[in-house]
């Protein structure tokens, strides 16, 4: 129906893996191209726009208002916006929160523009589907039930017998999600505190949070153990790409280093 009726397809991919792709510096201009790539008409309103003295100043809500929806108003079109991985979105400095503000308002404002977006139900994303009136479904419901992940939990923690009456808590936080299962279940496996392990997984439940719970469990609490920690993990984040164990201890200042430090951070890796 969509392609029947011509109406414009613009994508973002969001992504960790770089600097760019996990930031929205480049998402207004990339759905501007998108819309100018399949019709040249574009390409007057968005670049008389770009070429204002104070472009570089605008708040992103301006950008995007700017070059994304006052075109489709002008020239009377409807678009299709794609987002993927919206959670993959960096928001150390807001980043996130901007986007999905100027998402929030163009709701109310146009109509021109349809949103569909793909990510973790994180808190703030959830929060903006909320308040936007947006329809929002995870796998669960996509698929008819989260038993994959259920069976998964209940599989990999059947050895804990003091648990089995709280494996709902568990299951009723991943939403489905299998990455959070996983993370959750390792560190249920090595905790010695699975009761304040749990108590703690309560208090915030997003993808984000785990992982800190998760970093918090690993570190160890002498000092000289953080310091060998801190040696191993800087090596893996230093890499261009993923090192197996063997070549990380070839890099390893110290012998032996590596493999119990990995092993602590399994749940991350």
Same mark, same amino acid.
């Given at each position: 129906?969509?392609?029947?009726?011509?109406?414009?397809?613009?994508r973002?991919?969001?992504?960790?893996?770089?600097?760019?792709t996990?930031?929205?510096?480049?998402?207004?201009?990339?759905?501007?191209?998108?819309?100018?790539?399949?019709?040249?008409r574009?390409?007057?309103?968005?670049?008389?726009?770009?070429?204002?003295?104070?472009?570089?100043?605008?708040?992103?809500d301006?950008?995007?208002?700017?070059?994304?929806?006052?075109?489709?108003?002008?020239?009377?079109?409807?678009?299709?916006?794609?987002?993927?991985a919206?959670?993959?979105?960096?928001?150390?400095?807001?980043?996130?929160?901007?986007?999905?503000?100027?998402?929030?308002? /163009? &709701?109310?404002?146009?109509?021109? *523009?349809?949103?569909?977006?793909?990510? @973790?139900?994180?808190?703030? $994303?959830? #929060?903006?589907?909320?308040?936007?009136?947006?329809?929002y479904?995870?796998?669960?419901?996509?698929?008819?039930?989260?038993?994959?992940v259920?069976?998964?939990?209940?599989?990999?923690?059947?050895?804990?017998?003091?648990?089995?009456?709280?494996?709902?808590?568990?299951?009723?936080?991943?939403?489905?999600?299998?990455?959070?299962?996983?993370?959750?279940?390792?560190?249920?496996?090595?905790?010695?505190?699975?009761?304040?392990?749990?108590?703690?997984?309560?208090?915030?439940?997003?993808?984000?949070?785990?992982?800190?719970?998760?970093?918090?469990?690993?570190?160890?609490?002498?000092?000289?153990? /953080? &310091?060998?920690?801190?040696?191993? *993990?800087?090596?893996?984040?230093?890499? @261009?790409?993923?090192?197996? $164990?063997? #070549?990380?201890?070839?890099?390893?200042?110290?012998?032996?280093l590596?493999?119990?430090?990995?092993t602590?951070?399994?749940?991350?890796?």
């Amino acid at each position: 129906q969509w392609t029947r009726d011509e109406r414009l397809l613009a994508r973002f991919f969001f992504s960790r893996d770089t600097a760019t792709t996990m930031s929205t510096e480049t998402f207004c201009s990339t759905v501007a191209d998108a819309f100018i790539a399949l019709d040249e008409r574009f390409k007057v309103p968005i670049e008389a726009f770009k070429k204002r003295p104070d472009f570089r100043l605008l708040s992103f809500d301006e950008k995007f208002n700017g070059i994304v929806i006052s075109p489709l108003q002008k020239l009377n079109r409807d678009a299709i916006l794609i987002i993927d991985a919206l959670d993959e979105c960096d928001n150390e400095h807001g980043s996130r929160d901007e986007l999905l503000n100027a998402l929030h308002g /163009q &709701q109310f404002s146009s109509p021109r *523009l349809r949103i569909l977006a793909t990510g @973790r139900p994180e808190f703030d $994303i959830k #929060q903006w589907a909320r308040r936007s009136d947006v329809q929002y479904a995870n796998f669960a419901q996509l698929e008819g039930s989260s038993k994959d992940v259920e069976m998964y939990i209940k599989h990999r923690l059947q050895d804990l017998p003091n648990i089995q009456d709280r494996l709902y808590q568990v299951i009723k936080h991943a939403d489905g999600v299998f990455i959070w299962a996983r993370i959750a279940c390792d560190l249920v496996d090595n905790s010695a505190d699975i009761d304040g392990l749990l108590e703690e997984l309560g208090k915030e439940v997003s993808l984000d949070f785990l992982y800190k719970v998760a970093l918090r469990q690993s570190i160890p609490r002498n000092e000289r153990s /953080q &310091q060998a920690f801190t040696t191993v *993990l800087q090596m893996v984040l230093a890499a @261009r790409e993923p090192l197996s $164990i063997a #070549q990380l201890e070839l890099l390893s200042p110290k012998p032996g280093l590596v493999e119990g430090i990995v092993t602590r951070l399994g749940a991350l890796l």
